[in-house]
């Protein structure tokens, strides 16, 4: 078996969580990938940021499938305070591809993060994003309440998607 073959037997899922432990809900994204990191799976690799960088896309190409987790604001995460949804390409991406400029910034989306990796390294993986409802900024390495009241479901949904395949 070549040793390209073999690289992509191994393969393995990626998840990538973000944000600033120590302003409250904005590490929602570090504290998931933590416990999920915790459950020592073996088909899982788990990554904590602060925040997403050009560095990050070696890793991304390597992946079998991503899921990146953050916090977004209340209103915007859905009615049961969280989301997971696939990150598929975009229209403006495709119409945009031409300019990497964006790309090599110190400050990326986790779509231009996708775009880097299918352009340095020729392959974009499938990808998810779960945005959690940040209801406090404050200074503090805990979560609010109405944030931690969804986590158990939130990692419950990260299980899941660890599991399917």
């Keep these: 078996m070549s040793p390209a073959a073999t690289r992509r ?3 393995c ?18 504290a998931i ?3 999920a990191g915790s459950w020592e799976l073996p088909s899982l690799a788990v990554i904590e940021r602060t925040q997403l960088t050009p560095e990050l896309a070696p890793q991304l ?6 899921l990146f987790v953050d916090a977004e604001p209340p209103g915007a995460a859905g009615p ?3 989301r997971l949804e696939p990150l598929l390409p975009t229209a403006a991406e495709d119409a945009d591809a031409g300019n ?10 986790a779509a231009e993060l996708l775009r880097l990796a299918e352009c340095l390294y020729g392959r974009r993986p499938p990808a998810w994003q779960l ?3 940040a209801h406090g900024y404050g200074f503090s390495t805990r979560l609010s309440p109405a944030t931690g009241a969804v986590l158990g479901e939130v990692l419950a949904a990260v299980r899941r998607w660890c599991g399917d395949a």
């Design 33 to 35: 990938a933590a416990t």
């Design 80 to 82: 049961g305070g969280w």
């Design 61 to 66: 190409a390597a992946a079998r499938r991503v």
């Design 13 to 30: 899922d990626l998840l990538i969580g973000w944000g600033n432990g120590l302003r409250q809900d904005d590490g929602v994204g570090g």
């Design 9 to 11: 037997e191994r393969r």
């Design 131 to 133: 945005l959690v409802a």
């Design 100 to 109: 990497s400029a964006g790309l090599f910034s110190h400050h990326v989306s």
